[in-house]
């Protein structure tokens, strides 16, 4: 199995930026699809963003589309995900995910805080 550990989150003002990182240790790192995904309060965790094995592919939703980057380094074990013209809607808690099977995350982070002040 895999851990995952995210950082990078905080305070921002609309606008702004941030970049998040998960690091993955235990197994092979680029045997997993990586996903991350929010969850607001009061609100279901939703899915943001997601990259293959390889990297060279990736799918986002809709809202975050044109304004968050997925990447990943497969030497180093990390997943990021770099958010541009931030907006009060995007604070949530970010989680990245771990999938060997496309479309079952079955490891999880404990989740970083991104709040986005207007």
């Known amino acids: 199995q895999v851990q995952l550990v995210e950082s990078g989150g905080g305070l921002v003002q609309a606008g702004g930026s941030l970049r998040l990182s998960c690091a993955a240790s235990?197994?092979?790192?680029?045997?997993?699809?990586m996903g991350w995904f929010r969850q607001a309060p009061g609100k279901e965790r939703e899915f943001v963003a997601r990259?293959?094995?390889?990297?060279?592919?990736?799918y986002y939703a809709d809202s975050v589309k044109g304004r968050f980057t997925i990447s990943r380094d497969n030497a180093k074990n990390t997943v990021d995900l770099q958010m541009n013209s931030l907006k009060p809607e995007d604070t949530a808690v970010y989680y990245c995910?771990?999938?060997?099977?496309?479309?079952?995350?079955?490891?999880w982070g404990q989740g970083t805080q991104v709040t986005v002040s207007s």
């Open positions: 990259i293959n094995r390889s990297g060279g592919s990736t």
């Open positions: 235990g197994h092979t790192f680029s045997r997993y699809l």
């Open positions: 995910a771990a999938a060997v099977i496309f479309g079952s995350y079955d490891y």
